[in-house]
């Protein structure tokens, strides 16, 4: 099965710093890459999907880039609201593995 | 509004069965895929399970296989995992999902597994 390796677990940055998040998966998924918000108390959601389409209604800071088997998460200005846990997932085939999440704290 | 409902969580003891349920609303729940996902305490998102809209293909993951079954009832716009032979270790908050976009989750229920 292929396996997908975020880094890094957890990183701690001001407001309005530049945060970016990689995903590596062990084999190449094409684009088959989603990123999910998960927030405390809150149900996960997406904000990425097929490496680097942004949901709807998701903030224009969030991108997502790559194909084949790096990928990477960029908020382009962390806000507060943007403290969560940061997980993302293949989809091209079973499993739908997802990394083991990042933690994002403002410092 | 898309709501997923989840219910059936509780404690049981190791070696023992639960049935879990999901009850769908606000979106065509018959043309769409399903996931079970859990979340165990102080851990990361565990993808557990997949049931094609029809209900003819059905992926686990290596944890669960051969003993979690993964169903469907369309008409009742249902899902259900049916989990048997549990370990301390499939302790966790389960929740249905339908993944990637749109997505849509419910709020997740507790499987407590513990003598």
């Known amino acids: 099965d292929i396996q997908m390796t975020q880094s890094p677990s957890s990183l701690s940055a001001s407001v309005g710093d530049r945060v970016t998040i990689t995903c590596r998966a062990s084999q190449g998924i094409s684009n088959y890459l989603a990123w999910y918000q998960y927030k405390s108390g809150k149900g996960p959601k997406v904000l990425i999907y097929g490496a680097f389409t942004l949901q709807s209604g998701v903030p224009s800071r969030f991108s997502g880039s790559g194909s084949g088997t790096d990928f990477t998460l960029t908020i382009s200005s962390l806000q507060p609201e943007d403290v969560a846990t940061y997980y993302c997932q293949k989809y091209n085939s079973a499993p739908w593995t997802f990394g083991q999440g990042t933690k994002v704290e403002i410092k | 509004e898309v709501q997923l409902v989840e219910s059936g969580g509780t404690l049981v003891q190791p070696g023992g069965s639960l049935r879990l349920s999901c009850a769908a609303s606000?979106?065509?729940?018959?043309?769409?895929?399903m996931h079970w996902v859990r979340q165990a305490p102080g851990k990361g998102l565990e993808w557990v399970s997949y049931?094609?809209?029809?209900?003819?293909?059905?992926n686990y993951a290596d944890s669960v296989k051969g003993r979690f079954t993964v169903s469907r009832d369309n008409a009742k716009n249902s899902l259900f995992l049916q989990m048997n032979s549990l370990r301390v270790e499939d302790t966790a908050v389960y929740y249905c999902?339908?993944?990637?976009?749109?997505?849509?989750w419910g709020q997740g229920t507790l499987v407590t597994v513990s003598s």
């Open positions: 999902a339908r993944l990637v976009s749109p997505d849509y």
């Open positions: 606000g979106f065509t729940f018959s043309i769409h895929g």
């Open positions: 049931i094609s809209n029809t209900g003819s293909t059905m």
